[in-house]
Structures are given as C-alpha cells and as structure tokens.
C-alpha cells in the first residue's frame, strides 16, 4: 500500500482524523482526537499493520494554548511513516498511555512526561526518567520555562 | 607497666604525636618532598571516565599509538588506583553526585584536569536548565585544556604542564 491508500484505510474506519497534507509518497500527518489515541492506534497495529513506533514526543505552543503529543508510526510492510498529532490543552494536558499496544512507548512517555508535563493516564510506571528530583515539576522543555536561561556561569573571558 | 602507660607523650623530648601532620608539615619544607614530587609526577595514572564525546580522545590517548607510558601515564580502570581525574564533558545535575563520589574514591594525592570546552565553562550546554556550571568551584581544578575536542597531543601536553606544576608545587593536589 502507498500513502493514499493508507491514508483510505484510515479514514474509512475513523472518519474524523483529519489528514492535513500529505507530504510525499511515504509521509503522511493527521490530526487525532486525544481520547481516541489508543483505539487508533490498535487498529493501525493489527489491521493495517504499523508495528512500529518510531518515537513520541511534545512540542509547545503557548500563544494557542496546547500542547501536541506526537507520534510517528512506521512499517515493516507498506512504505509509509505515519505522523500522527494529538491536541491536549496547556492548563491540564492528560492522554491515554499507548504502552498497551506499543511496549517500547515507556520510556517515551516517562520522558515527554517529566520535560512537558503531559499526564499519561494508566502508564504502568510514570517516574522521572532523565532529570534530577529538584527538576521535577518544572517541565523544563515548556517555552515559558523560568530557569531555561541559566546565567549563573562565570564569564572566563 | 603502670609508669609506662601513664608518660604523657608531650613531655618527651623529641617525640612527635602522629595523629598531626606536623611531620608532613616538616618534610614538606626539605628535599624530601622535592623527591617526592620526582614520584609524583612520573607516575600519573589516570581514571578512564568518559564522560563525553571528549572521551573518546581520552580514550585514545590512553591506546598504544600514543604511548604515553613513557610519561607515567598510564590508563586505570578503578579510581582506587587512579591519580588524576579527567573531567571530559559535560557535567548534568544528575551526574554530578555520581563524579563527586568517584574523587572520594581516589587516594590522595590526586588532580584534576579540565578537559574540552565542555567542562571548563559548559560550550554548547551554556546556560542549559540541567547542565552544572564553574566546575572549578567544586573540584581544585589544576589544568584546562581547551578544545572541541582536543586532540590527544593537546592532553599530552596538559599531563605535561601538570608535571611542571608538580615540579615547582604550584598544585592544587597539596597544601604546601
């Protein structure tokens, strides 16, 4: 299967992902409702075969006020990367776990988890993965992050 | 017995308490320490921690092209064996505890060398949220080495500046 026909596969069993653009013959991204994620995702898995998550990640947008999950979907079958967004809202971001259906999301989560601060609703164990315990909290990665310029290096010169 | 126990050692001439470190303190001011310091600097052994992407010409220096045995130096596995402390990367606030254990490990006299941009004032990690700054605030740094990353030949020649440092007891390894 090529992109537009993945992209059919999809859109027949979900019909309120969005395709926003179809980027080239082997990348596509659409838009997903965030209570939606994991049944997507199952579906992707066992029927149209997308066994493996690249990776996840947040990215911020203040001045809309979200926060977009990002997954990016690849296949050992059809010659397609799926890029898949899910819009949380800034104030109390909180998403299914998709460590369910793809394992190799725990580490992923736990990260995007303590640099965001994206909530992950029956992950099997949501601690600090990267930073110290001080940090925690903070969500460094947020762009209005208090402490990212840190000036407290002496100037040598 | 009894007498024996009860001499308080203060009141025999010419004896010194050795819970001081009056006889260091002596023998710091005589040749010996100069022969002491001969030892020193021929035998830097230093710890194998690569910390960043400058370790891998820590690594490196440490192989058999450079072989920098004919300087005393010599790449250890324990910091228990280990003399000098190279400080080559980054230092993150969560690794921090880890280093600092490490140089409690290591037996005195011991020094530190400051290897690549990185840990002299954090290069491409300036002003990073989880990245520790002025490391030579907390270890008695003795020697920078500059460099993104430096070669081999550049921490060479730190040994070497570090040698003549112990040589004329300008080091930061013991109060003199």
Redesign the interface.
């Known amino acids: 299967m090529d992109s537009k026909s993945v992209m059919n596969a999809i859109t027949s069993k979900f019909p309120d992902i969005h395709f926003v653009f179809r980027e080239s013959d082997i990348r596509i991204t659409g838009r997903v409702r965030a209570a939606k994620v994991v049944e997507v995702c199952q579906y992707l898995k066992e029927e149209v075969e997308f066994g493996h998550l690249c990776c996840e990640f947040g990215v911020d947008y203040p001045e809309r006020n979200e926060i977009e999950v990002v997954y990016v979907i690849g296949s050992y079958e059809h010659p397609v990367i799926l890029t898949m967004k899910a819009i949380l809202p800034r104030d109390n971001p909180e998403i299914e776990s998709v460590v369910p259906v793809y394992w190799n999301a725990n580490w992923y989560e736990r990260e995007t988890h303590e640099l965001f601060g994206v909530q992950y609703l029956n992950h099997p164990d949501l601690r600090p993965l ?3 315990e ?2 925690y909290g903070e969500w ?1 990665l947020r762009k209005d ?1 208090e ?8 100037n ?1 010169v | 017995m009894d007498e024996v126990e009860q001499v308080e050692y203060e009141q025999v001439p010419g004896t010194m308490l050795t819970d001081s470190n009056a006889i260091c303190d002596f023998l710091k001011k005589t040749k010996v320490q100069d022969v002491l310091n001969w030892g020193r600097k021929n035998s830097l052994w230093f710890m194998v921690n690569a910390m960043g992407c400058c370790g891998v010409e820590l690594l490196a220096t440490g192989m058999a092209h450079y072989d920098t045995d004919r300087f005393g130096i010599i790449p250890r596995n324990s910091p228990r064996h280990a003399d000098v402390m190279i400080i080559s990367g980054y230092v993150t ?2 690794y921090l505890p880890a280093l600092q254990t490490v140089w409690d490990q290591m037996p005195s006299p011991k020094w530190v060398i400051c290897f690549g941009d990185c840990a ?3 290069g491409p990690f ?6 520790h ?2 490391i030579d605030e907390i270890f008695p740094v003795d020697v920078f080495v500059p460099g993104c990353p430096p070669r081999c030949e550049a921490l060479i020649q730190g040994f070497v500046e570090l040698q003549k440092k112990i040589i004329a007891k300008k080091d930061k390894g013991t109060e003199y």
């Open positions: 990267v930073l110290t001080e940090l460094p992050y402490g990212f310029p840190n000036k407290t290096a002496r040598l | 606030k969560k002299i004032s954090g300036y002003e990073s949220y989880s990245t700054q002025n």
